[in-house]
């Protein structure tokens, strides 16, 4: 019964259903995870997961949803993609397929890629 319980309460704090969207780049096959219920304007649990073509290697990373501002200056209003920090690396995912990784001002990837 107290296995039941604990069970229970694990997936009550679940995050909401994953929505999984996976864009492909020359060099790079990115699996965004967001985390939050359908209908939500602004998301602050999504996960990067990139993985290199070439080595194989992944890195995931927490972060959230951008959007433009609204009149108000306040309101998100438009989406326009997801950002990511690892440290001094910034992992942005634009809504068109674009992925730019950045370390600081050092541009270190720069891609357009497809949404699957």
């Known amino acids: ?12 704090s679940l995050p ?14 990115v699996k965004i995870d967001v985390r939050c219920a359908e209908g939500n304007v602004t998301c ?3 996960l ?6 070439r080595t194989g290697k992944s890195i995931s ?3 959230h949803t951008m959007h433009s501002k609204c009149a108000d200056g306040v309101t998100p209003c438009r989406f326009q993609g997801y950002t990511f920090d690892n440290g001094k690396i910034n992992y942005t995912v634009y809504e ?3 992925l730019v990784v ?3 001002d050092k541009t270190l ?4 890629g497809v949404w699957k």
């Open 16 to 29: 909401a259903q994953a929505e999984v969207l996976v864009l492909k780049t020359q060099s790079f096959i």
């Open 1 to 12: 019964m107290k296995l039941l319980i604990l069970v229970s309460a694990l997936l009550l």
């Open 61 to 63: 990373v927490k972060g």
């Open 44 to 46: 602050e649990y999504v």
């Open 109 to 112: 990837a720069n891609e357009k």
């Open 102 to 104: 950045m370390n600081g």
């Open 96 to 98: 068109d397929g674009g």
């Open 48 to 53: 990067y997961t990139g993985t290199s073509r």
